[in-house]
């Protein structure tokens, strides 16, 4: 294995482009765009829900009735390309940004934004949906996505795990663990880094000298692949073959996906403050949505009908997170003692007791 | 109810002694040295269940740098026990995502002084997975951490880890302090849904008693009491067991009485076990190997004059090791804390400085 991919020549600078940014179809001829109608309508549902979803979180948040929200503008086609190409089965391994792919999985506005409501941490009901909850801390749950794939291995399935990480993630030192155990142990799991040009206010050219974040695969003896984030198509069917390889006992693969981070950091971030407007204007012109509705006329797949369709869902999704979120009642305080240990310990039961006498003593 | 458990043997206490080989038939009531019990214990709990896996660095080949996990490979195939890349964050952080699919990882860190790269993933993660999923996702994870100094080693492998495992809620801390303790400590932490922290004494590796492993030992969350007193109590735990129950032999020459409580389970605590003894003693002295700065003898401490001010007759005293970064080894015997910090500690409790 190794030796194949020892080689820097081995990884290409340019990005995998099956879409260029004017909508036509590109040349590359190593992976398929060919997929049926109704899932490329499905993917262009999907990013355009994303958005509106998005949208709407922000609007909650500046309302008063979200506390934080990290908005996924312009990864769309990153996340959903990648997530839609696996099996339910499959685990995800998010950060945090990822409301394209927990749509997609049929989690539903009220579990995501529980989170960002300070209802609960990590989203509720993730995990049934074969997806772990979301992951604060920057790059850790890398190692999370190895161990499941390593269970994987020994319950005999042909399941692979995706680990969303970010550019700025792969300066920690848990993404080189987890890159080193997955590759050590051959495990199936897919490294999926949306690089997004920017962590907080530090661009990539700060958070390493390599000439890509795909180069350091060379180091770990696995595929390193370049994609472009922004084209849905593309996204999809390198982590397809890159799941399909894994499924057969090829090992993982890293995938840098070159995207851009539309919105600040968190609804709390000022990026005017660090990266210019020029930047921004130039990545809106390649922005995913339109480049991939563009396709989809030439080929004939967009219709009026389907964007009715899509705008309607749209609506309905943004609709519902609005109404789960406002007003939405708290958790009773016994959760945040019930939920810490299978077998809660005899303290907390007296803490529990000393909270709820406190509650007496005011009502 | 105060569960009495019979003073172990000293025999050993502090001579390593060399090992006979691991039998895989082993009779039901075998005489273990602590390492031997660990060893049969892991057996043990592979064979009860096939999800249990063991990892870490240099556990399977090898068999440990203790060989406390010999013969585990062997038996149980490379799949269920085997060697990891030299990274600790990486073999806590495997083990949070083998047990979402189901596995009961039980990782070794390899020595206490390395439980620091690891201390993110148990921390952030590992303690707080299941509140995190609103109790959707048990974290059944038993990490195994060779503990405690006095054995001459070099620096970072002779570390109190325990009150930052203490001081992050979801984590479940025990300590045995005898082979049949260690055996059946070991065996419930496995079996527990929730995250538990085994840290081994590992100066008393090499004591040896009869384990028997068919009738469990008391549960995580009770103590016992290893030596009935009437004047001062010694609450304790690991490595520190044997050194107060010596201690307890010097007492009387004097005249005093001590009784021994070993806490075995830190998180959960049995305090009712150690009010019992206090209210009855009057005086308590909290022995711990680690810096005496917010060590659990503080929490110790505050809690016994919360909850049973008016029982004591004397301040709870401390006896623990120095505020400094672990000594060098010619120098441990002095920074830890032995029978005559103890017996100081009594002799001011007692009204006789």
């Known amino acids: 294995m190794a030796e194949v991919f020892a080689d820097a020549a081995s990884v290409d600078l340019a990005p995998i482009r099956l879409v260029d940014p004017d909508g036509s179809p590109t040349a590359e001829d190593r992976y398929s765009r060919d997929l049926p109608p109704e899932t490329l309508s499905w993917l262009y549902e999907l990013m355009v829900v994303t958005r509106g979803l998005d949208s709407e979180f922000i609007n909650l948040q500046r309302q008063g009735e979200l506390a934080l929200f990290a908005s996924c503008r312009g990864q769309e086609a990153a996340q959903i390309g990648a997530a839609a190409c696996l099996r339910k089965t499959d685990w995800l391994f998010p950060q945090y940004r990822e409301i394209g792919a927990f749509l997609l999985r049929g989690i539903t506005p009220a579990q995501m934004g529980a989170v960002w409501r300070g209802k609960w941490h990590g989203g509720l009901g993730f995990t049934e949906r074969c997806c772990a909850p979301i992951s604060i801390p920057i790059g850790t749950h890398g190692l999370h996505a190895v161990g499941a794939a390593m269970g994987a291995q020994r319950l005999g399935e042909d399941s692979v795990t995706l680990a969303f990480l970010g550019d700025g993630a792969t300066s920690e030192g848990d993404a080189h663990e987890a890159l080193n155990f997955a590759a050590v142990f051959n495990a199936p799991c897919v490294f999926f880094i949306q690089n997004n040009g920017w962590a907080i206010s530090v661009p990539v050219s700060h958070q390493m000298a390599a000439p890509s974040i795909a180069h350091r695969a060379i180091g770990y003896g696995m595929p390193g692949i370049r994609v472009d984030g922004n084209d849905v198509l593309a996204c999809y069917a390198v982590v397809a073959d890159a799941a399909k390889r894994a499924r057969e006992g090829g090992g993982p693969t890293l995938i840098e996906a070159i995207t851009y981070r539309m919105g600040p950091h968190t609804t709390s971030d000022d990026p005017t403050r660090y990266r210019s407007e020029v930047e921004v204007a130039h990545w809106a012109a390649l922005d995913p949505i339109d480049r991939y509705r563009t396709y989809l006329q030439g080929i004939g797949v967009w219709s009026e009908r389907l964007e009715e369709r899509v705008t309607a869902r749209s609506k309905r999704v943004r609709a519902e997170l609005r109404e789960s979120v406002v007003g939405a009642d708290d958790f009773d305080v016994g959760e945040m003692f019930d939920t810490v240990y299978h077998d809660i310990t005899p303290d907390l039961v007296r803490q529990r007791e000393q909270l709820r006498d406190e509650l007496a003593k005011e009502a | ?353």
């Not at chain 2, 030299?86 to 020595?111: D, H, K, M, Y």
């Not at chain 2, 100066?203 to 009738?215: F, K, L, M, N």
């Not at chain 2, 049973?308 to 623990?320: I, K, Q, S, W």
């Open chain 2, 1 to 353: 109810m105060t569960q009495i458990i019979e003073r172990p043997p000293m025999h050993g206490d502090d001579v390593p002694e060399p090992r006979g080989p691991i039998l895989t038939s082993l009779p039901q009531s075998p005489t273990l040295t602590m390492a031997q019990a660990i060893n049969r214990a892991l057996h043990d709990a592979m064979a009860a269940d096939d999800r249990v896996l063991v990892f870490g660095e240099d556990v399977a080949v090898l068999g440990g740098v203790f060989r406390v996990t010999e013969g585990l490979a062997e038996t149980f195939g490379e799949q269920r026990c085997f060697d990891t890349p030299l990274a600790e964050s990486g073999i806590v952080g495997i083990a949070i995502g083998l047990a979402i699919r189901g596995f009961v990882p039980v990782p070794e860190i390899q020595f206490d002084g390395f439980a620091a790269p690891a201390f993110d993933q148990m921390v952030s993660h590992l303690a707080k997975y299941r509140m995190r999923t609103h109790g959707d996702v048990d974290m059944p994870v038993t990490i195994r951490i060779p503990s405690f100094g006095g054995i001459g080693a070099v620096e970072h492998h002779s570390e109190s880890t325990e009150s930052y495992w203490l001081h992050t809620a979801g984590l479940k801390v025990v300590v045995p302090s005898t082979p049949s303790d260690a055996y059946w400590l070991l065996r419930q932490a496995i079996v527990s849904r929730d995250p538990v922290i085994y840290l081994e004494p590992k100066r008393r590796y090499w004591t040896r008693e009869v384990v028997d492993t068919s009738t469990p030992a008391l549960p995580i969350g009770r103590a016992g009491v290893r030596r009935i007193g009437t004047d001062v109590t010694v609450l304790t735990y690991g490595s520190l067991v044997a050194t107060a129950l010596s201690a307890a032999d010097l007492a009387e020459q004097h005249g005093w009485s001590l009784e021994v409580v070993d806490l075995r389970s830190l998180n959960p605590l049995d305090f009712d076990t150690v009010a019992d003894s206090v209210r009855k003693t009057g005086r308590a002295i909290v022995m711990h190997e680690g810096p005496r700065t917010l060590g659990f003898g503080a929490e110790l401490a505050a809690r016994i004059q919360e909850e049973l001010f008016y029982d004591l007759e004397a301040p709870v005293l401390r006896a623990t090791g120095f505020d400094t970064p672990y000594p060098p080894a010619r120098l441990e015997k002095l920074w830890l804390p032995g029978p005559d910090r103890l017996l100081d500690c009594v002799e001011r409790a007692m009204g006789q400085p």
